[in-house]
């Protein structure tokens, strides 16, 4: 069964869809000092993560993406809280060069890497059990995959999930009078607290 595949690519579709809304357009100055002016961007864009609607989080995940979740026993916007719950972070440090600048910051969210390694193991010893026969003889294997992928979003969810806590870099330029993230991979790390969501469960 292709779960490990799935459960990447819903953390890849969620980090697509968090990137949406976090726009990588950023605010002017304004008075502020620049230092000022970039905390001020960061603080508004990431909190946009967590001021999202659910109608909000299907339009940024798309209808083919969701009915894809779907299919496979996952609902966009559990997902989307699940990993997003716990997200928080601080501002460690800003430094400006010309029109170029780089914040770092201490990021916490889901140990995402520990939950799916947790997650694998108890799938593998699920595959091989009693339970799986019973299951695909009543469910088919599309019931077993929703299943799986459900128990793995209830992981994501749990209160008792695991948390990380990362520092991380953010490279900044300026444009005109805004500064802008310049780098969306980076913004993806961020939110994941330094993990790269594409090589999780490889």
């Known amino acids: ?12 579709l969620f980090a697509t869809a968090s990137l949406a809304i976090v726009s ?3 605010l002017s100055a304004c008075g502020e000092s620049q230092e000022d002016a970039i905390k001020s961007m ?3 864009q990431f909190s946009q993560l967590e001021q999202v609607t659910d109608a909000n989080i299907e339009e940024v995940f798309g209808d083919d993406e969701i009915a894809e979740l779907q299919k496979y026993g996952i609902d966009a916007i559990e997902l989307y809280n699940a990993c ?16 170029t600048a780089t914040a ?6 889901l140990d995402f890497a520990t939950v799916a390694a947790s997650w694998t193991d108890d799938m593998s010893a699920y595959l091989t059990s009693e339970e799986a026969v019973n299951d695909y003889t009543n469910l088919g294997e599309d019931g077993m995959i929703a299943k799986v992928m459900g128990q793995f979003v209830e992981r994501l969810a749990a209160d008792d999930a695991p948390t990380k806590t990362a520092n991380v870099t953010l490279d900044l330029e300026k444009n005109g009078k805004t500064w802008e ?12 607290a330094g993990a790269d969501p594409s090589t999780l469960m490889e």
């Open 42 to 44: 960061i603080k508004e």
């Open 24 to 26: 990588v357009a950023g």
């Open 1 to 12: 069964m292709k779960l490990r595949p799935l459960a990447r690519k819903a953390l890849t």
């Open 104 to 109: 770092t910051l201490s990021v916490t969210n």
């Open 84 to 99: 997003i719950k716990r997200f928080d972070y601080e501002i460690e440090d800003v430094s400006v060069s010309d029109d």
């Open 181 to 192: 993230f310049s780098d969306e991979d980076q913004v993806v790390s961020a939110i994941f």
